[in-house]
């Protein structure tokens, strides 16, 4: 009989799912992590700390061989850890622990930095001996010359010097004199003593000279280089044309014949009855208007364009001829019972009421005439004297003022 045995089912193991504290932090990663919230790379870090960038990853790296005093690493892990805010003791203690590090004391050897170790005077690097005959021996001086290149520099340098000796002979040719032989032996022509002054021989001190042979004055070989037209300038008005012609020579007013002397006749001239001769009779003048200040008054005149003509304060006795124009120009007055119009030496006016202001007045003579009547002297002492003194002045001295 087979014996049926109990088999204990086996109990299932409970798997627990890691959390985030159960991983091991270590003291690298919670720096990196706070300088990664403050937005802080290594540079960042070095340029406000003023510790270099590799001494900073070797605190992260928990790295104490990185630097070159051991004696500072506790004031740099110190340092960094405050500026991420963190406990800095704490931080210092945790670098340790990973690390490895101890504190050494001031004086003893590991407080020093690393030092270059003393090799031994026979040990050498066999790789950097010249005479190694398994290394390739370096490039020769002249290497890296190319033949072609040579070539061109030196068809380059001989055409410039054959360009230069083709020049300087060039120059040479051209500046040099030759003399042709003639047949005829010279002749001398003066014997000048340089002891006598270098003065000309007259023909008593024993010159040859040849027959036929005239040598030419002082004035003709001066007349080669500066010719005679050069002496006086020539000046020509550029208005002679115009100015050369007379109304009694050409066109309508030239006289017929037997009127001018000397050309076509003698000069007939035709006088008015009463009249100087050679007096031109004109159209009479157009009568003009005259401003008359008796008073002190401020008077503004302007163009049929508005450009100011006249602008001033006018004392009494100051008179202002209007320009005539085609447009009258108006006028603009502070004081119109002070200012009156003179129209072919007649007064009319005044401009109008005493402690007034007129503007935009038309000076024309029609519209002065017709607008204003004449002034009555009687009615303003003011107007009476300045038109005695304005008499009085144009009365020539023969004549007695009280007629």
Known sequence: MIRKGFRRGKEDKVVEAAGFDAFELRLGDLMRGERATMGKSLLDVQRELKIKAAYIAAIENAD????DTPGFIAGYVRSYARYLSMDPDWAYDTFCTESGFVTAHGMSKQASGAKAARHAPFD??????????????SDAMFAAVE???????????ALIGGLGYGGYTVLQEVQKVQMA???????????IDPLAGGGLPTADAGVNVIAGFDAPSTESLNRLYRPQALDAPVLVPRDGPIASLTPLGNGMFAPTAGERPGLLGPVVETTLAGVAPNIQVTESQLPGVQLVAVRDAWV??????????????????????VPQTTEPATLRIGESGAVYFAVNGVHYGPVGPNGQVTSNLALSVDNLTTSYAVADLTADSDLADVVRVA???????TQDPDQ
């Open 124 to 137: 050498k690097d066999i790789f950097a001996m010249p005479a190694t005959p398994f290394i390739p021996a």
């Open 181 to 191: 032989p003639i047949e005829n032996t010279p002749t001398v022509v003066a014997n």
């Open 64 to 67: 104490p061989t990185a630097f």
């Open 300 to 321: 503004r005149v302007r163009s049929a364009d508005g450009t100011v003509i006249y602008e001033a304060t006018m004392a009494a006795g100051d008179t202002f001829d």
């Open 391 to 397: 008499e009085m002045q144009v009365l020539t001295p």
């Open 147 to 157: 033949p072609r290149a040579v070539g061109s520099f030196v068809v380059l340098i």
